[in-house]
C-alpha cells in the first residue's frame, strides 16, 4: 500500500526537474556570442543558465537576465531585464537583446548553441571554461 501512496509523489519531482535547454547540455557553461545571422559579432556578449529556469549574461554596456521555461528545444524568454549603464557599444547591445527575445528555438551540440527564430534567424554561440 506505501508503495501506491509514493508513486504518485515520485511522478510529482519528475514534473519539477528542468526541461529547459540547460538540462540538454547548456548549464555550468559560459557561452560566448560568435555571429548572428551567420555575421559576426565584434563585441564580447556572453549567456549562462545560472539556476533551473533562468539565463543571465553580460552584453557590451549591461548585464541582463531574464527567465526561460519552455521544454527543449523550445526557447522563450519571458521577465527580461538589463541594467541601463550606456557605454559606446549600445548600438550592438540593442541589436543582441532584440535578436535574443526573438528566439523560439535552440539546440546544443557539443561546445556549441544555436538559438533559432521563426523568421529564420539565428544566433551562434560557443561555450568557453
Avoid at 549591461?62 to 557605454?87: I, Q, V
Amino acid at each position: 500500500m506505501r508503495t501506491l501512496l509514493i508513486l504518485p509523489f515520485l511522478a510529482l519531482l519528475q514534473c519539477s526537474s528542468d526541461e529547459t535547454i540547460a538540462a540538454y547540455g547548456a548549464a555550468g557553461l559560459t557561452w560566448e556570442l560568435q555571429s548572428i545571422d551567420a555575421g559576426r559579432f565584434s563585441v564580447p556578449i556572453t549567456l549562462t543558465f545560472p539556476k533551473t529556469g533562468r539565463i543571465a549574461g553580460q552584453a557590451p554596456c549591461n548585464a541582463y537576465r531574464a527567465t526561460l521555461d519552455a521544454p527543449y528545444p523550445w526557447f522563450e524568454l519571458k521577465a527580461f531585464g538589463a541594467d541601463t549603464s550606456e557605454c559606446p557599444h549600445l548600438v550592438e547591445e540593442g541589436t543582441y537583446f532584440a535578436a535574443l527575445l526573438s528566439m523560439t528555438q535552440s539546440e546544443v551540440s557539443g561546445n556549441t548553441l544555436i538559438l533559432r527564430s521563426d523568421a529564420g534567424n539565428e544566433m551562434v554561440f560557443t561555450a568557453s571554461e
